[in-house]
Nanobody, 121 residues
C-alpha cells in the first residue's frame, strides 16, 4: 500500500508565506508526475501546480509567480512554497502522486488527506 502524508496546515495573514509538503511511503517503484490541487468551500477541486518526473512544472494562472512546486525524489516528497498569499487562496490543499508500485504495474493516482490553508487577517 501507499500512504501520502501532508503537512503545513496554517493560518496566515494576506501577503504571508507558507510551505506545504507531502511525503509518500510504502510500496513505490517509481513516481511520475506529482501535483497539488485545492478545493475551496462550494467550489470544485482545481489544479494548482504540477511537476513531471523530469522536473518540468506548470501552474494555474491564479498562482503563477507566487507559488513554486518542487520535489525531492530521494525523499519521495513534494513541496508547495506559497508566497504573497491572498484570501482567495483559502482552501483545502491536496497532493496527488502518479506512481507505480511495481515494475509491471500501471500508474495509479494517490491522494493526500488534505490540509487546510486559511488566509485571513
Amino acid at each position: 500500500q501507499v500512504q501520502l502524508v501532508e503537512s503545513g496546515v496554517g493560518l496566515v495573514q494576506p501577503g504571508g508565506s507558507l510551505r506545504l509538503s507531502c511525503a509518500a511511503s510504502g510500496r513505490i517503484f517509481s513516481i511520475n508526475a506529482i501535483a497539488w490541487y485545492r478545493q475551496a468551500p462550494g467550489k470544485e477541486r482545481e489544479l494548482v501546480a504540477a511537476i513531471t518526473g523530469g522536473g518540468s512544472s506548470n501552474y494555474a494562472d491564479s498562482v503563477k509567480g507566487r507559488f513554486t512546486i518542487s520535489r525531492d525524489n530521494a525523499k519521495k516528497t513534494v513541496y508547495l512554497q506559497m508566497n504573497s498569499l491572498k484570501p482567495e487562496d483559502t482552501a483545502v490543499y491536496y497532493c496527488n502522486f502518479d506512481l507505480r508500485s511495481t515494475p509491471l504495474s500501471a500508474g495509479y493516482n494517490y491522494w493526500g488527506q488534505g490540509t487546510q490553508v486559511t488566509v485571513s487577517s
